[in-house]
């Protein structure tokens, strides 16, 4: 009977954004204009009229957290007719055209949120009241877009009040203000301040001077995690070739086992795929394995087997 508490006009938006030509072809210009044009097909409305909207949306709400069906037509009468709002507004941060796109669908969910908690008591036009949540998405949108790694909104609330107050200080005191000052005038305790410095917005390039007089980048600096280690392949090489002398003490069933089972020549094995390769039982396989570093273990208790270090 109710309808929850939606993001109206969703859909309405999406057969504008939804390219109807071939994907391949469609340009950001194309659907940038359709949705232009969508959203100036819907008249503006007067003073009052928004008033008796929001008037209905907040009698419309239930407890349950559902609107009404008439709530749910003036939620979306009223978000329709302030579809521009989002676009001019992203137009005024960016100009390339996907990128408006993307910002205006930022604004979409502010404006959503403003229209759901409209207050006509308030007695304010729409688009006074929408205009700082519209706005609060879309900067958020471009700091999340910005960033190499992504921080709460709380977070980034905190980071702009540090940078209000350093600028506001700045112009007051006519200096850079000292840390003693900022707590002041924040008022944070030590950490939470050293905390929030630490999140700022502190990117370097790869191909930044380690110094300014060396050739040297910091990506140079920067170790290839998928490097095979010099020392470490050499070290590996010699191990191999120590253990593969000492397989001569078995016979070849034995050293082919062990071979296989500590992966000497290749990938380790199972039990069971050894059994395959062998046509044996598992447990026959485990019994042979067993017997074979028996024996290798008494050739090194007799001093049969050659000191590692010699070889």
């Not at 239930?62 to 609107?67: D, F, M, P």
């Not at 507004?89 to 990128?99: I, N, T």
């Not at 003693?180 to 929030?196: D, V």
């Not at 010699?238 to 089972?261: K, N």
Request: glycine content about 4%; aromatic content about 4%.
């Amino acid at each position: 009977m109710y309808s929850k508490l939606p993001t109206p006009a969703t859909n309405d938006l999406a057969k504008v954004l939804t390219p109807q030509s071939n994907p391949s072809t469609e340009s950001s210009n194309d659907v940038l204009s359709a949705l232009m044009a969508k959203a100036h097909s819907y008249a503006l409305l007067e003073k009052d009229a928004e008033l008796a909207l929001g008037k209905t949306i907040q009698a419309g709400k239930l407890g349950n957290g559902q609107l009404t069906p008439a709530a749910t037509r003036a939620l979306h009468e009223l978000i329709l007719a302030n579809l521009r709002l989002c676009i001019f507004q992203a137009k005024r941060y960016r100009q390339d055209r996907e990128q408006v796109m993307e910002l205006a669908a930022a604004g979409f969910v502010g404006l959503t949120e403003a229209a759901l908690k409209f207050d006509p008591q308030r007695e304010l036009r729409f688009n006074t009241y929408a205009i700082w949540p519209i706005r609060s998405h879309m900067i958020q949108h471009l700091r999340q877009q910005n960033r190499i790694v992504h921080l709460p909104k709380h977070i980034h609330e905190e980071i702009t009040k540090l940078i209000k107050a350093e600028a506001c200080l700045v112009q007051v005191l006519g200096r850079t203000p000292t840390e003693e000052e900022l707590l002041q005038a924040l008022k944070w305790t030590n950490e939470a301040l050293c905390e929030i410095r630490s999140l700022q917005n502190f990117q370097s390039s790869l191909d930044a001077p380690v110094e300014d007089n060396e050739a040297h980048t910091l990506g140079d600096t920067l170790p290839d995690m998928n490097a095979i280690n010099p020392a470490q392949a050499a070290s590996e090489k010699i191990d191999g070739d120590f253990v593969r002398r000492q397989l001569s003490a078995l016979d070849a069933r034995e050293a082919l086992i062990i071979t296989l089972r500590f992966g000497l020549n290749g990938p380790e094995q199972t039990l069971d795929e050894i059994g395959v390769t062998l046509k044996i039982s598992r447990e026959r396989v485990r019994q042979l394995e067993e017997r074979a570093l028996l024996k290798l273990r008494s050739l090194a208790d007799s001093g049969f087997i050659e000191d590692k270090s010699a070889a």
